[in-house]
DNA sequence: TTGTAAAAATGACCGCGGTCAATAAAAGAG
DNA sequence: CTCTTTTATTGACCGCGGTCATTTTTACAA
């Protein structure tokens, strides 16, 4: 008979958690290193690992966590009107994934996972998201703002990837550069979405 | 007074990435460890890394060798007459990343290379591919089998940013599923390049 | 040939993520 | 309160990429 998880071990859970976002804080999510983490928390290493598979599982909840926090943003600015309106609900998390490379090499390795276990908080994040982008866009189609030749589910996962070609090349260039990802996405979504005539 | 690169060190690269190469070829690209590789070519760990900047710097000779291969294939096969035959074309690109993730990833952090270093063999890879794919689409656009209404360039990026977000999908999957990369990105060529009626 | 300065190679060493057999702490059973 | 079983924690240890002060080799001048 199996048993429940106890509390000690939620309350250690937490606090590993806590610490880790206290130290992303301050030092970035590159400057995160498992040793601070524990030390912080006042366990041991090998305990870290008991409560995520790694150094990635750890950060998916801390960026999961983010992730739901900027969809809650996003729905709040309630369905956009025409694609340029969407680009600019996205923007935030163009910003957020943005500032590190970390996020963005992590989102993607996770970006694709549609099934699997809905207790990790980054799935959820990503299943809301095209969730939400999907609706949006039948609204857009039904409206006669944007293309209707396509389903919506196709659109919705072609927005993905210019997210994300978009995030590719801004973390390949030196960040002088004046254009933000957000901006960059602009003429993509456009071509992409393009309304009917 | 700085002196040319001498006949010695250029010998001790080249067995690098022979030995290199031999182990990719047993064991797969993630089965590469730096220590396999200086032993075999009979050098010490430090003289790897004098000769590329880390493991990366490696893998990127080694890969963007093959992509050159691989584009030696496309531009043999000859124009492609139509959005099918041009993912026809890039089915053996899909084919070679979507085998071993160290590829997709390695790929992914120098796609945006677009000035940098000639002399790295990678980034050649993609200016070759980028100008490739851009010259066939103007053919396309000329011949008006694909929507004329964007410049090429701009249809070639997004050609790029499907094809990591087939593949990042794929690798997000367990590969018993049976739809290869290649022909998941049909329906996104299709609907980015939809044919001007 | 010999002296010397640049180039090339060396390998002990480090940082850090991740493992695992051993140990401690809790939770019932009697 | 014991004894036993499950659960949680521990920290020494490992693998592997990457560094750097030191040593060896090479090229060239006197």
Redesign the interface.
């Known amino acids: 008979m199996t048993r429940a998880p106890q509390k000690r071990r939620l309350e250690t859970r937490a606090r590993l958690l806590e610490m880790a976002a206290a130290i992303v804080q301050e030092q970035g999510y590159s400057g995160l290193r498992v040793e601070d983490v524990v030390a912080r928390a006042g366990v041991a290493k090998g305990t870290l690992f008991s409560h995520f598979k790694d150094k990635d599982g750890l950060l998916a909840v801390l960026i999961g966590d983010e992730v739901l926090r900027l969809l809650d943003g996003m729905e709040a600015g309630g369905a956009p009107r025409d694609a340029a309106e969407l680009t600019a609900r996205l923007a935030p998390h163009l910003d957020y994934v943005g500032q590190d490379r970390v996020i963005f090499d992590l989102l ?6 549609t ?1 699997a276990e809905p207790d990790e908080v980054i799935t959820a994040g990503f299943l809301r998201q095209v969730a939400l982008l999907t609706r949006w866009l039948q609204l857009l189609q039904a409206a006669g703002r944007i293309r209707r ?2 389903p919506p589910e ?2 919705a ?2 927005i ?3 997210l ?2 978009v995030l ?6 030196e960040h002088d550069d004046e254009t933000p990802p957000a901006r960059a996405l602009e ?2 979504l456009q ?2 979405l ?1 309304p009917a005539t």
């Open positions: 993607l390795r996770y970006s694709g996972t099934a030749d396509q196709l659109l996962e072609g993905q990837a210019f994300n070609h590719g090349v801004w973390f390949c260039m003429p993509y071509a992409w393009q």
